[in-house]
């Protein structure tokens, strides 16, 4: 990372600087780069991270014929000291290689990098004319080609090698001749690689040892080990960057590879069949052949673990079809605009090396996808590697742009080329002061650090003003099942400016005509996706005898319910426990027969607050708390006389709905209860703040206690009763008995009365006193079981609701919905009809969406902007003897105050002492929460920091000592909206849609609570008012008739 960029001013979880404006590479550096002042030359540096010399280098597909890392190496050295003795080539010297692809190949580049001589290949298909200007361009002294391509080339200083020829094979196994040491700086230049791209003529790229250097250290830190070394087929030209890198890398990391001469799609199954390939690398229409054609059929490819596929993008429907044809093998997109990855195995023990985005100026990659985790970014070609920097500029400000905004990529770095030789117009135009690359890409890059690739910026059709990325449109097209392939350019127009006009490929025989085409774009080009319906509400419309259907836009039902378990270990990314405390959560329980696995805290009132950084009891009812040391003489006087100090003038001052949390409680009980009872248990159960919380909306039963029993009219407001990862009842409890203390006595009186009227405790109510619960397995038990009951149809995964509309049928009174939705399983967009409808989407992404009311856009602009409280969930396992003091009980938390004293969580549950079944017996598992308003950027801090801040905080509150045996974390970015003092105007919003929408209706956490049980009786809610809504119209409708 640039040391200009201080790192408090770098955001770990993108990299972004705000002081530079730039992206800085998150990833460790993969091997310490060797001095720049050291000699050094790419060969020698690939070789010497070789490990094994007895292996097989590489084999010729044709004649079988296998050579090892040692031969390999001596034939290096004999055609060196060859083409140095007779040849007679010095340092700097640049030579012309002509030839398809041959096991001579590799021996020739390390023979001629290690004496310093520039290697200049090109495609032998090339024609003579395209030669000469290469050749005019490089200025070789001698050229490199075969029997039956050298005729095209004219006549050099030198006569040219035949490298098929008997003299070549004598000279790479002639031992005789002495080879003189040749001092070859990572400065010099190492090949000059021609590149054209879309952008006109070709262009000599001048790449030195230093940038392969570079790039064979990103691959090879991050090797693999494993029984056998991969066998990688290469039918991609050796000729091209990404053939001459990989022949680098793949020597550095001792993999075998077997060289076809040219391609044929027959010999190249039979290829991977005879010789057990592990890894292929082919163009996208090998791809296309093999996932839609017959001509795999009756070959052996159980050995493949990989196809990657580079030069262009894959549409999702071939990769999807790919990832139906071969389920255990994995398909990637390497070195494309648009890379897309489909896994059907998440449990295959891969050693693989993703390839991102690059270019022939980056000496090859410059972002990857390595990792699981990265590889799953959909629609991403991953994060930027080790050494490097990036910035999106906007193309027509220059300025530089923050996450999120699209411009045109530019990347600084060890990998970048010298320029173009012979062409300083072209390289002042691409290499910017600074050392940086401008790529010519429109890009983003995301809050999380990935890249997104949009299109090459002079491909953009600009239509009336917009930009419209032809690839975009590309992929849509090739998911048509009648395509094969579909090209999108600019067509002049006096009215728009440009228009998109597509070139189609038709499959053989196929019908499909010009209008079809069109009708089948015109149903894609849609605005942003819808997430899911919450299934709660489903079941409960199901069990009332109505049809119901649920998207869900992820491949799993559930949202924060997410539960994990690994070797034992048994954990919950999002909300851990929950509270009986919504009728409609012992609805759910009973119907759904979950009694039985439910599971309670093993010790459900232990529960600690960090004071002085050492966790201290909370105790478990109001007269231990006066009894202990927990708070200060004066603030328990202050609680035991809150009821005869109200009488004072001075506290008769009444709530009002901008008051917060803090000044509320400050009001009755002093500052120390908010900084260490109200304080921690916010931060640690919703990731607020209370001076940000708005107390009304926050605690609404308590805000009422006061505006009933001190003020008699008050308006109810619903709200927040209770909090969803870390409940804490006991600081509850605490609270309600120090609060406007008269109300709550009242409050707890008036019922009595009505006590022996009321039905009978059973041991259900018993239950519903114990506070906090789990589920066996997690959480996700319960979102599993709401889901048991729905069938395929009701329950759609991997479903994106893309449009709504709504419109007046005439002869109903009901309102009819469309939805317009689109699944990885359908060629094109469907369109369904509904009498009702409940969304959960967040406000943010509600914003923005396609809806029409009776054939009018219905614009949403009158929601406000919603402020999200960021989590980071940190999972950790340690040793039990590491844990020199470990806690019974169910976490603790951690006061703003507590920061001073060196800790920077938000709290920790106790996940196994609490739930002894969700670790083996050996081991604590912890679960920590990181971030909030608190320290929102310290929420996307990458897993190694976040590793670092748990694990001295678990050092100093536990005495937790070593690393953890095992660490996983999820960031949720919008974790909680923030109930602040303006989200009236958010609920009012959602009042107001409801209200202009028929028949649509809004659930979910942005109102009435952040709790599981307020979510889920958010949902029930929705459900009865739909049960009431189609029953009311219905009744309209007879009426009318």
């Not at 199954?269 to 592990?278: A, G, P, Q």
């Not at 499909?512 to 605005?527: G, N, R, W």
């Not at 232990?606 to 004066?634: Q, V």
Request: glycine share 6%; proline share 6%; aromatic share 8%.
């Amino acid at each position: 990372m640039d040391d200009s960029s201080s790192s408090s001013s770098v955001d770990p979880n993108s990299g972004f600087s705000s002081k530079t404006k730039t992206f800085h590479s998150l990833q460790p550096p993969p091997l310490l780069l060797p001095p720049m002042s050291s000699p050094l030359s790419a060969a020698s540096y690939a070789l010497s991270l070789q490990h094994n010399t007895e292996d097989t280098a590489f084999i010729d597909s044709s004649t079988g014929r296998h050579i090892s890392f040692s031969d390999f190496r001596q034939r290096v050295v004999s055609l060196a000291s060859s083409i140095q003795n007779t040849l007679r080539l010095s340092k700097n010297d640049v030579t012309f290689v002509l030839s398809p692809n041959s096991t001579h190949i590799p021996i020739l580049y390390f023979s001629l990098l290690s004496l310093g001589v520039v290697i200049s290949p090109a495609n032998p298909l090339s024609t003579e004319s395209e030669l000469l200007r290469q050749i005019k361009l490089t200025k070789p002294v001698i050229a490199f080609a075969t029997s039956r391509n050298f005729q095209k080339l004219p006549k050099l200083k030198r006569p040219t090698v035949l490298i098929d020829s008997p003299e070549f094979e004598l000279m790479m196994t002639n031992t005789g001749l002495k080879l003189e040491t040749v001092e070859v700086n990572q400065s010099d230049l190492a090949a000059i690689m021609y590149s054209s791209g879309t952008t006109g003529e070709v262009k000599g790229v001048k790449l030195t040892h230093r940038n392969f250097i570079a790039s064979i250290a990103n691959y090879h830190a991050q090797r693999r080990e494993r029984d056998s070394p991969a066998v990688m087929l290469y039918t991609v030209p050796l000729f091209h960057v990404f053939g001459f890198h990989y022949i680098l890398k793949s020597v550095a990391l001792t993999e075998t590879v077997v060289v076809m001469e040219r391609f044929d799609l027959k010999k190249m199954l039979k290829t991977v069949e005879d010789f057990r390939v592990t890894q292929l690398v082919v163009a996208p229409p090998v791809v296309v052949a093999m996932a839609k054609g017959s001509v795999t059929h009756g070959y052996d490819l159980s050995s493949l673990e990989a196809v990657g596929s580079g030069g262009a993008s894959l549409g999702k429907d071939v990769m999807q079809a790919f990832a139906d044809k071969f389920p255990k093998i994995i398909l990637f997109q390497f070195l494309a605009k648009l890379r897309n990855c489909f896994f059907s195995n998440m449990e295959l023990n891969l050693s693989l090396e993703f390839e991102g985005y690059g270019l022939t100026e980056t000496a090859g990659a410059a972002f990857r996808a390595a990792t699981t985790e990265e590889m799953l970014r959909q629609g991403s070609v991953g994060r930027l590697l080790a050494n490097s920097e990036a910035k999106i500029v906007d193309p027509d400000t220059g300025i530089a742009l923050p996450p999120a905004e699209q411009g045109e990529l530019w990347i600084k770095g060890p990998t970048i080329m010298q320029g173009y030789i012979g062409d300083p117009k072209n390289t002042s135009e691409t290499l910017m002061p600074g050392g940086w690359l401008r790529t010519g890409d429109l890009c983003y890059i995301d809050h999380h650090g990935y890249l997104f690739v949009v299109d090459r910026l002079k491909e953009l059709i600009k239509y009336k003003g917009y930009q419209v990325a032809p690839a975009e449109l590309e992929q849509l097209l090739q998911s048509h099942p009648e395509i094969v392939d579909a090209a999108v350019i600019p067509y002049p127009d006096e009215e728009a400016g440009q228009l998109p006009m597509a070139f189609v490929v038709r499959r053989p025989q196929s019908a499909l005509d010009k209008e079809q085409v069109i009708d089948f774009i015109s149903k894609q080009i849609v605005p942003r996706e819808l997430q899911s319906l919450v299934p709660a509400s489903a079941y409960k419309l199901k069990i009332h005898g109505l049809n119901v259907t649920v998207f869900e836009a992820e491949g799993r039902a559930g949202g924060k319910l997410r539960s994990l378990s690994q070797d034992g270990l048994i954990w919950d990314e999002g909300a851990n426990t929950m509270t009986e405390s919504e009728g409609d959560v012992t609805f759910l329980l009973d119907s759904l027969g979950l009694r039985e696995r439910q599971q309670f805290p093993l010790s459900q009132n232990k529960r600690y607050i960090a004071r002085n950084g050492t966790p201290t009891l909370i105790p478990s009812n109001p007269i231990d708390l006066i009894k202990s040391n927990f708070l200060s003489t004066g603030s328990k006087l202050q609680m035991l006389f809150e009821p005869l100090l109200w009488k004072n003038n001075k506290l008769t001052k009444v709530s009002d709905e901008h008051e917060s949390v803090s000044g509320f409680f400050q009001r009755h009980f002093g500052k120390e209860v908010v900084d260490y009872l109200i304080d921690p248990f916010v931060s640690g159960t919703c990731g607020g703040d209370p001076d940000s919380l708005s107390m009304h909306l926050s605690f609404p039963e308590l805000w009422n206690l006061e505006k009933r029993y001190v003020r008699p009219n008050f308006r109810h407001h619903m709200g927040l009763q209770s909090f969803s990862l870390l409940p804490c009842p006991t600081v509850a409890e605490v609270l309600l008995f120090g609060s406007v203390i008269v109300g709550a006595i009242r409050s707890k009186l008036s019922p009595i009365k009505e006590k022996k009227q009321g039905p009978p405790k059973t041991s259900v109510n018993k239950k519903r006193q114990r506070g906090s619960f789990s589920f066996l397995g997690g959480m996700q038990t319960l979102t599993d079981a709401i889901c048991k009951d729905l069938k395929e149809d009701e329950l759609r995964l991997n479903s994106r609701v893309l449009e709504l509309s709504c419109s007046y049928s005439g002869d109903s009174a009901i309102d009819s919905w469309s939805i317009f939705s689109a699944s990885p399983h359908k060629r094109q967009a469907e369109e369904e009809s509904f009498d009702a409808v409940i969304m959960t989407a967040p406000l943010c992404d509600v914003k923005s969406m396609k809806i029409a009311k009776r054939g009018n856009p219905f614009l949403l602009n009158f929601i406000p902007e919603v402020d999200y409280v960021p989590l980071s969930v940190v999972i950790t396992t340690f040793k039990k003897e590491s844990v020199k003091h470990p806690l019974e009980g169910f976490g603790v938390l951690v006061p703003s105050q507590e920061q001073k004293h060196g800790l920077k969580t938000l709290g920790t549950l106790f996940s196994s002492m609490m739930f002894p079944d969700r670790a083996p017996n050996n081991v604590y598992l912890y679960t920590t929460f990181v971030g909030g308003s608190r320290n929102r950027e310290l929420a996307k801090a990458s897993r190694t920091e976040l590793k670092e801040i748990v694990t001295s905080d678990l050092k100093q509150l536990l005495g937790a000592e070593g690393e953890p045996t095992y660490v996983n974390h999820v960031c949720w970015s919008k974790a909680f909206p923030l109930y602040g003092h303006n989200y009236d105007s958010v609920l009012d919003a959602i009042d107001k849609m409801e209200k202009d929408l028929p028949g649509l209706f809004y659930a979910g956490n942005h109102k009435g609570g952040l709790s599981v049980g307020k979510a889920l009786s958010s949902g029930c809610n929705a459900a009865d008012l739909v049960i009431s809504y189609l029953e009311a119209v219905s009744t309209d409708t007879k009426n009318h008739s």
